[in-house]
């Protein structure tokens, strides 16, 4: 609930808070960098489920803090997903099939390819559990982002070949 609205919401994501940065993981398909969740399962509470996801993904049980926000689709996708933040209660960083890196990051250190709607959300992280209320945004996602999105991973490919001459 944000500003006495209920959105329905189908995934939930956490933000792992750390001394001012965020965990983000590397999924390798779609390829990005993003915060850890997933699908919400039927009757599950979006804060467990956000738990539950990070713990699967990176290996790291976390305390849940608080609801970061709604983040409702417009464009190619119509759901909403919660996010939440919280911190590191236990549990030993990991790889999986979903996420082949983890990072903490600043909001002045994201890597290139983070996901475009994901950059809001870290930040918003990042104010909501330093004290500020929770949010609702619509992001967009269109074929004009999912297209300029890729350009990226192959701008990324381009540099590190400049970079080895």
């Given amino acids: 609930m944000v500003d006495g609205h209920a959105f329905p919401v189908q995934g939930a994501q ?5 001394d001012g940065r965020v965990l983000l993981q590397l999924r390798p398909w779609p390829p ?8 919400c399962e039927a009757g599950e509470d979006p804060a467990a489920t956000a738990a539950r996801e ?7 049980r976390a305390t849940v803090g ?3 926000g709604v983040y409702s689709w417009s464009g190619l ?5 919660a996010v939440y933040w919280g911190t590191l209660s236990g549990g030993e960083p990991r790889r999986s099939i979903e996420a ?5 990051v600043t909001p002045a250190e994201f890597p290139a390819t983070i996901f475009p ?4 959300r870290v930040a918003d992280a990042l104010a909501v559990a330093a004290g500020a209320p929770p949010v609702h945004r619509v992001q967009p996602v269109s074929s004009r982002h ?20």
């Fill in 66 to 68: 608080g609801l970061v």
């Fill in 117 to 120: 709607w994901c950059r809001d």
């Fill in 100 to 104: 082949l890196r983890l990072r903490y």
């Fill in 54 to 60: 990070a713990e699967e993904e990176t290996g790291l």
């Fill in 77 to 81: 996708r119509r759901a909403s997903d």
């Fill in 146 to 165: 999912v297209l300029f999105f890729g350009l990226r991973w192959v701008a990324v490919g381009v540099d590190r070949v400049r970079r080895l001459r």
């Fill in 14 to 18: 956490l933000a792992l808070v750390r």
């Fill in 32 to 39: 990005g960098w993003e915060l850890p969740g997933g699908h």
